[in-house]
């Protein structure tokens, strides 16, 4: 007789890979093994959960309410299995986490050495995404970067709220100075963040206290010098003196101490945004994810990262 949680994580493997050859391979298993999984698990509910089409394996109506129980019953039994072992041991296990690329660079890479040393038993497995709301289900935690108004259903906890702030190298203001008014900005070069779909070279500024969900007090055509959706190339790019661009004062904070950034357009912002810890299950959240999470928040108390 088959392993009834065994032949649910098969399923689920299954469920979200699309295909049994997939689902085999994330599980290291064979396919006709992953078949016989599925076909003992249909017999017994006496109920068709997958339909297959030689390009792909999609769920029916039986098959997605399933897939839902399931993962709730999947999460809550791993879930104690850790939070019993956390009472006996060290953590162990993988973290599996999806991250935004800007979060990547802030959150995980600086801390993801003394994370280990602490929790040595707990392996990062980190996949960076780069759209606003990622596909949740599949891990244990997301790190999401959102503007005021943020409105999705999903459940998260705030990490922390940053106004984002136009910035310059002291080299390029040295060249063409500083703005002094916001209508300015159109004759400055600037270094633009694009997300997938916008096509507007323009900042929307706001007065530092106003809220987003009002319209932008101004919205400027600016010049592009370079045009690009990786967060880590901007700030280099604006460091060496390639222009004007935008930063969460988070980020910005260390480099404006520094002196090698400056603040440009004080009392001005372009935006408001958080930093999410997004669960996929508003009942579950896996012991590891936990001493994750608050390992961030000491750090971030500590002053070791501030770049979010």
Not at 127 to 145: A, K, N, S
Not at 188 to 197: D, F, I, S, T
Request: charged share 20%; with cysteine.
């Amino acid at each position: 007789m088959l392993d009834r949680l065994q032949t649910m994580k098969v399923f689920l493997a299954v469920a979200d890979d699309g295909s049994f050859t997939a689902a085999a391979r994330h599980l290291g298993m064979t396919v006709p093994h992953v078949t016989r999984h599925i076909a003992a698990l249909e017999a017994q509910l006496g109920t068709r959960l997958l339909q297959r089409t030689t390009r792909r394996t999609s769920l029916t109506a039986a098959g997605e309410r399933y897939a839902e129980n399931v993962r709730d019953i999947l999460q809550a039994v791993e879930s104690a299995f850790m939070e019993a072992q956390s009472n006996t041991s060290a953590l162990k296990g993988v973290l599996r986490i999806v991250a935004a690329p800007a979060l990547t660079d802030a959150l995980i890479s600086p801390l993801a050495a003394a994370f280990r040393a602490q929790y040595p038993g707990i392996s990062l497995d980190v996949y960076v995404d780069p759209q606003p709301v990622p596909e949740l289900t599949r891990y244990d935690l997301g790190l999401l970067q959102v503007p005021e108004g943020f409105d999705a259903d999903i459940v998260a906890r705030t990490l922390s709220t940053s106004e984002s702030i136009l910035c310059a190298a002291p080299a390029y203001i040295a060249r063409h100075g500083a703005p002094q008014t916001v209508q300015e900005l159109a004759q400055h070069m600037c270094v633009l963040r694009r997300p997938a779909g916008q096509h507007h070279d323009s900042f929307k500024l706001w007065h530092s206290g106003q809220r987003m969900t009002e319209p932008p007090e101004h919205t400027i055509e600016v010049q592009a010098a370079v045009t690009i959706n990786q967060t880590a190339s901007i700030l280099q790019m604006v460091l060496d003196g390639a222009g004007i661009a935008t930063f969460t004062m988070d980020s910005a904070r260390p480099f404006l101490e520094q002196g090698v950034l400056q603040h440009v357009l004080p009392g001005w912002i372009t935006g408001r945004y958080s930093v999410l810890a997004a669960m996929p299950s508003r009942k579950h959240l896996p012991i590891r994810a936990k001493a994750f999470l608050d390992f961030v928040f000491d750090a971030h108390k500590a002053g070791l990262i501030d770049r979010c």
